[in-house]
């Protein structure tokens, strides 16, 4: 990690009391759009289609001291490439000017591809914000009016059956309960299931396997203390509340979930999940001690977060749990083609808790059968956030891949769309595609190839 000495040296751009309107968090304020992007190195040539990243880009703030990171109305920025060349990249506000002059919340946390259009999405609250191919909104996608309640920015994706699983909450619609839900493949919700669950439990994620749906029900909840404060983001670390996760059978009513007791802590994020030989299910996870305990405003003042291992078995509803890094780390990434089956590798962006200037490191790779961690430093005052795995066409080993990595450069102030090959990490950046601006530190995106969804 970032020594002290270095830390220092970067440069704060935008400095603000508040961290998360500083620096690389602060928001971008044009829409941009530009061709044939500057690259150094080679674009693999099978990469065509788009990569997508959203993040929050607030264009105001009413009090800077109350505002929170995961709030602001959503931005999409976009790199297409083909032929070997990246031929634009667009950033586009998730919703139009007129829909957020009146005060709607645009989707802020994820974006992809799926049954043939593309989608802005948020945890907890609103259904996806359908986009066009070019980034402009077209309103809100309620799956041809079939989705009655609120969607997720983390659904999981089953390549066996088409479909996509979520769990779903939204304070102060659900309060006593989230919702899981399936989308067939035509984009048409086929399943509802409301799972009882008490104080409204921020559910940022789920998991899927062949079996099970995994919910994770863990001790930050909403807290009126903290909304009659007036902060918009109402949710607190809850000491007085068990920590469990549930495994509930993929064909199962809301009265066959299996609780399991789990040590307190909080999960964003889960890499995969497996059903194991033994009747076990195994997911591999971020995992924080806490989480806004006092900090109001973001999640990594406290508590970073770690690599760790959980073994559920439903047999004894106990949860084996192992650590695999110290290492602080998020955004964790797997191959998709491993999606609900065993994997041994997963790709992360290390964390720096500790510095203002740039909240990423290096890109670091596990492998989960002998323990050895690979990474790519990308240098000085650069650091790359979520590594998206894209499958070559002809692979055949788990991380034949490629890593689309968004990468800020903290001397600069500037962005980068870096190209890494997922299988040799010491192979360097294969490409650098230089961006017309910066991309503020946000949270998800995904590569949606243009033969799932064909351009305009």
Same mark, same amino acid.
């Given at each position: 990690m970032?020594?002290?000495? /270095?830390?220092?040296?970067l440069?704060?751009?935008?400095?603000?009391?508040?961290?998360?309107?500083?620096? %690389?968090?602060?928001?971008?304020?044009?829409?941009?759009?530009?061709?044939?992007?500057?690259?150094?190195?080679? !674009? =693999?040539? /099978?990469?065509?289609?788009?990569?997508?990243?959203?993040? *929050?880009?607030?264009?105001?703030?009413d009090?800077?001291?109350?505002?929170?990171?995961?709030?602001? #109305?959503?931005?999409?920025?976009?790199?297409?490439?083909?032929?070997g060349k990246?031929?634009?990249?667009?950033?586009?506000?998730?919703?139009?000017?007129?829909?957020?002059?009146?005060?709607?919340?645009?989707?802020?946390?994820?974006?992809?591809?799926?049954?043939? #259009?593309?989608?802005?999405?948020?945890?907890?609250?609103?259904? =996806?914000?359908e986009?066009?191919?070019?980034?402009?909104?077209l309103?809100?996608?309620?799956?041809?009016?079939?989705?009655?309640?609120? &969607?997720?920015a983390?659904?999981?994706?089953?390549?066996?059956?088409? /479909?996509?699983?979520?769990?779903? $909450?939204?304070?102060?619609?659900?309060?006593?309960?989230?919702?899981?839900?399936?989308?067939g493949?035509?984009?048409?919700?086929?399943?509802?299931?409301?799972?009882?669950?008490?104080?409204?439990?921020?559910?940022?994620d789920?998991?899927?396997?062949?079996?099970?749906?995994?919910?994770?029900?863990? *001790?930050?909840?909403?807290?009126?203390?903290?909304?009659?404060?007036?902060?918009? &983001?109402?949710?607190?670390?809850?000491?007085?509340?068990?920590?469990?996760?549930?495994?509930?059978?993929?064909?199962?009513?809301?009265d066959? !979930?299996?609780?399991?007791?789990?040590? *307190?802590?909080?999960?964003?994020?889960?890499?995969?999940?497996?059903?194991?030989?033994?009747?076990t299910?195994?997911?591999?996870?971020?995992? $924080?001690?806490?989480?806004?305990? @006092?900090?109001?405003?973001?999640?990594?003042?406290e508590?970073?977060? #770690?690599? @760790?291992?959980?073994?559920?078995?439903?047999?004894?509803?106990?949860?084996?749990?192992?650590?695999?890094?110290?290492?602080?780390?998020?955004?964790?990434?797997? %191959? =998709?083609?491993f999606?609900?089956k /065993?994997?041994?590798?997963g $790709?992360?962006?290390?964390?720096?808790?500790?510095?203002?200037?740039?909240?990423?490191?290096? #890109?670091?790779?596990?492998?989960?059968?002998?323990g050895?961690?690979?990474?790519?430093?990308?240098?000085?005052g650069?650091?790359?956030?979520e590594?998206? &795995?894209?499958?070559?066409?002809?692979?055949?080993?788990? @991380?034949?891949?490629?890593?689309?990595?968004?990468?800020?450069?903290?001397?600069?102030?500037?962005?980068?769309?870096?190209?890494?090959?997922?299988?040799?990490?010491?192979?360097?950046?294969?490409?650098?595609?230089?961006?017309?601006?910066?991309?503020?530190?946000?949270?998800?995106?995904?590569?949606?190839?243009?033969?799932?969804?064909?351009?305009?």
């Open positions: 970032t020594d002290t000495a /270095e830390t220092a040296a440069p704060l751009r935008r400095p603000h009391d508040n961290q998360y309107l500083a620096g %690389n968090y602060a928001a971008v304020e044009s829409e941009v759009t530009a061709h044939d992007l500057p690259v150094v190195g080679e !674009i =693999p040539v /099978e990469l065509e289609g788009r990569w997508l990243r959203n993040g *929050p880009n607030p264009e105001s703030v009090d800077p001291a109350l505002h929170h990171w995961f709030l602001g #109305t959503g931005m999409v920025h976009g790199v297409r490439l083909r032929g990246a031929e634009w990249y667009k950033n586009r506000f998730v919703l139009n000017a007129a829909d957020r002059a009146a005060g709607l919340f645009g989707s802020n946390t994820n974006v992809g591809g799926f049954a043939g #259009t593309t989608w802005a999405m948020v945890e907890g609250g609103q259904p =996806p914000v986009l066009d191919y070019e980034l402009n909104s309103g809100i996608n309620r799956f041809h009016d079939t989705l009655d309640g609120p &969607f997720t983390h659904p999981k994706y089953d390549v066996s059956t088409g /479909e996509l699983h979520s769990v779903n $909450y939204h304070w102060p619609d659900l309060i006593d309960h989230v919702n899981y839900t399936v989308v493949g035509d984009g048409r919700v086929t399943k509802n299931v409301a799972i009882p669950v008490a104080d409204m439990p921020m559910m940022h789920m998991s899927l396997t062949e079996k099970y749906v995994v919910v994770y029900d863990l *001790p930050v909840t909403v807290n009126m203390d903290v909304l009659v404060a007036g902060y918009a &983001f109402p949710f607190k670390w809850n000491n007085d509340r068990a920590a469990r996760v549930g495994l509930l059978p993929r064909n199962g009513a809301a066959d !979930i299996i609780w399991c007791d789990v040590d *307190p802590c909080y999960v964003f994020h889960p890499l995969n999940a497996y059903d194991a030989a033994d009747g299910v195994v997911v591999d996870l971020c995992r $924080y001690d806490n989480l806004m305990v @006092d900090d109001r405003q973001g999640p990594f003042a508590a970073p977060p #770690t690599l @760790d291992r959980w073994v559920i078995d439903p047999s004894t509803r106990r949860v084996s749990e192992t650590r695999i890094s110290d290492r602080p780390q998020e955004f964790p990434r797997h %191959n =998709p083609r999606g609900l /065993e994997h041994r590798y $790709y992360t962006s290390e964390i720096k808790p500790g510095q203002v200037a740039n909240l990423h490191g290096s #890109t670091l790779k596990t492998d989960f059968s002998t050895a961690v690979d990474e790519h430093d990308y240098g000085h650069r650091g790359g956030a590594p998206v &795995f894209v499958p070559k066409i002809d692979g055949t080993n788990e @991380d034949d891949g490629w890593l689309l990595t968004v990468v800020y450069d903290a001397t600069t102030d500037g962005s980068e769309l870096c190209v890494l090959d997922a299988a040799d990490l010491g192979r360097g950046e294969v490409a650098r595609i230089s961006l017309p601006q910066r991309v503020p530190f946000g949270f998800h995106g995904n590569w949606v190839p243009d033969s799932s969804v064909a351009p305009s």
